[in-house]
């Protein structure tokens, strides 16, 4: 996300004196309620998981759940490109390309001297 939109997202939450609001507990609920919604888009959907005809519904509540994010990561004092960073590294790690590729297996999978 570049901090253009960052700047947008914050500056909407400041014009409306919302900041007292966002602690970190209710913010990780808030993600977690809004990425249910997006879940919600996905419900009875059978063999159609894309649920093409669902896109404008899925951006909305994706963008919601981003929102909330952004949120948090600022009450926290974080910043999303450097965590996203160091988490890319982890995963790295933990999925090495020679092990992952192709493969849907968990990290703990993956690790085992079989594999």
Not at 5 to 14: G, P, Q, S
Not at 91 to 111: D, R
Request: hydrophobic share 35%; net charge negative; glycine share 2%.
């Amino acid at each position: 996300m570049n901090r253009e939109t960052l700047n947008e997202v914050l500056k909407f939450r400041d014009d409306r004196d919302w900041k007292k609001f966002h602690n970190p507990k209710d913010l990780a609920i808030s993600i977690c309620l809004e990425a249910s919604e997006l879940l919600e888009v996905f419900q009875w959907s059978a063999e159609d998981v894309q649920c093409t005809e669902k896109t404008d519904k899925i951006k909305e509540e994706l963008a919601d759940v981003a929102i909330y994010c952004v949120f948090m990561a600022d009450a926290c004092g974080l910043d999303l490109d450097e965590i996203i960073r160091e988490k890319m590294k982890s995963n790295n790690k933990k999925y090495p390309i020679e092990k992952a590729f192709g493969s849907k297996e968990k990290y703990t999978v993956l690790a085992r001297p079989d594999n």
